[in-house]
């Protein structure tokens, strides 16, 4: 279900950038560098969404040779570059939430990724699991971002009048992509520490 999101996301994402036509851009671009970057980012971006819910399906997994593949082109074509281009694209944006937000955001994407490498080459693959987890729930930020700001629209609605939500949708976008990366680690994080407390008590009824 999060790979099919993933490609209807990622379609969605890419096609206005597909011509290289800067008149097209969803974003406001001060010049043809910024242009490049966003594109850069975006098309990176669209790989890792797509490349990362393979890495948890249990068949792929078992083929250990396509597994390593895929995890490699995920964090060397899709992570990397687009974290890299998240951070000129954050600070040129002028919005400073955006630019914290994403910075932010940026910095523990690349972070994540890089202690889920490294976990893989001690062959800590529990350890290696959890990073890449926390590490696609800040990719599918791509995602929950675009699903919060409707929501945060909506709940206002009866508070304002309605010529005024369509001002307002421009101001909530920070907040629904620095909320998305939050809310995504958050629920990560849960499962990964119920996992883990599942585990330790299967641990205690066996050493009994």
Do not use: C
């Not at 523990?108 to 959890?130: C, I, Q």
């Amino acid at each position: 279900m999060i790979f099919i999101v993933a490609v209807i996301t990622t379609s969605v994402l890419v096609y206005p950038y597909l011509g290289l036509d800067a008149d097209d851009s969803r974003l406001d671009v001060r010049d043809g560098l910024h242009y490049y970057v966003l594109v850069g980012h975006i098309w990176t971006a669209g790989v890792a969404l797509v490349l990362g819910p393979l890495q948890f399906m249990p068949k792929i997994r078992a083929r250990r040779r396509v597994h390593r593949t895929l995890g490699r082109l995920y964090l060397l074509l899709g992570v990397l570059p687009s974290a890299v281009a998240t951070i000129p694209v954050a600070l040129w944006s002028g919005r400073l939430m955006t630019q914290i937000g994403l910075t932010t955001a940026a910095v523990l994407w690349l972070l994540t990724g890089g202690l889920a490498y490294r976990a893989a080459r001690r062959r800590d693959f529990t350890a290696h699991r959890d990073w890449m987890m926390r590490n696609y729930a800040l990719t599918f930020l791509a995602v929950t971002a675009r699903v919060l700001v409707p929501l945060l629209l909506l709940v206002q609605i009866p508070f304002r009048r309605a010529e005024a939500i369509g001002d307002l949708a421009t101001s909530m976008i920070p907040i629904g992509q620095t909320l998305g990366w939050i809310v995504n680690l958050v629920l990560v994080e849960t499962i990964i520490r119920r996992r883990l407390s599942e585990e330790a008590r299967k641990m205690k009824l066996l050493n009994r």
